[in-house]
Structures are given as C-alpha cells and as structure tokens.
C-alpha cells in the first residue's frame, strides 16, 4: 500500500495554466444585482482559487472563460458552517459526502504551506483566460499545481456536484 504520494508540485508561474492550478487572491469581478442604464459600479473581490476548465481546453486556447472555484482553508471554512467544525462534519468532508464542497490534503511546499484547503463547488466563476493568464504569471514567481490522481477525483467531485438531478417523487424508503 502507498502510504506517500504527493498531491501538489511547485511549477515556474510562466507555465501555462492547467486544471488544478492554485491561483492566491484572484480578483473576481462580481456584478451589482440591479443593472441601471450608463454606469455600472462592481465589486471586485479577492479569492484564492483553483482551476477548473480542462487542461485540454486550457491548453489548446478553445476557451475564453477559465472557470474557476474558491478555495478556503479549513479553519476559515469552518467559521461559515459551524457543522464542519465538528469531528463528524470534518469526516463528512473527507469522505465526499457533501457534494457541494471537496476537500484538499495539507500542502507542505516550502513557501507555500497550506493547511487543508476545501473547494467550494457552490461558487463558481469565470475569470477571461487572457487576464488569468496574465495575472497567474505575474502575481509571485511559482505557483502550486494539483498532481493526477488527485486532480481527476477534484474534477470528478465537480461533475458529481454540477450533475445532480432532483426527482420530483423519489422511490419510497424500503421498511
């Protein structure tokens, strides 16, 4: 049995973006929700965010909006939802059985520690590739990038999350 694998790598922040890239404090711009003709004031706040978009995508330059996830360390995620600061909240997490979240192993790259992260499946944004781009390699000179498997069971959390269907009648519980 494979005890240590690693989950994340430290890449050159000139490397093109890829699935499962960490982006620290990326603007996201977030609309009024009432537009009035002329001028439109916006918000613009900070996340720290993961890639989302395919690499395939990412890489052939078939996408204009890199979809993107926050993510939030463990401990600033449990003052949002007092339920994950329990024992059995936290192993929920772990186990996968709250679709509208997935959580990260600890991140122990030298300058890049991390506690354990949880991407939040429940606010997603677009970010425009050219400036994700742009602002990834200029923002510090590394950044740190999710390692396959790892990667693939944070994409396939998502589609389970996004590819949720609700019945109108469920079959009644067997007694």
Request: glycine share 4%.
């Amino acid at each position: 049995m494979i005890t240590e694998y690693p989950w994340y790598e430290e890449i050159d922040s000139k490397e093109d973006l890829l699935q499962g890239d960490f982006i620290d404090a990326c603007p996201i711009i977030i609309p009024p929700e009432q537009l009035q003709e002329g001028k439109v004031s916006v918000e613009v706040c900070e996340y720290d965010v993961v890639v989302m978009s395919q690499s395939c995508d990412l890489a052939q330059k078939k996408i204009d909006l890199v979809l993107v996830c926050p993510v939030w360390l463990l401990n600033e995620f449990e003052k949002q939802n007092d339920y994950f600061k329990s024992k059995k909240g936290k192993e929920e997490l772990r186990r996968g059985n709250n679709p509208s979240y997935h959580l990260l192993n600890k991140c122990s790259i030298k300058g890049h520690e991390k506690n354990y992260q949880v991407v939040d499946f429940r606010n997603v944004f677009s970010v425009p590739y050219a400036f994700l781009e742009a602002f990834a390699k200029k923002n510090r000179k590394t950044r740190v990038r999710l390692l396959p498997p790892y990667r693939e069971h944070l994409s396939q959390a998502f589609a389970r999350f996004f590819m949720r269907v609700g019945l109108p009648a469920d079959i009644p519980p067997f007694k």
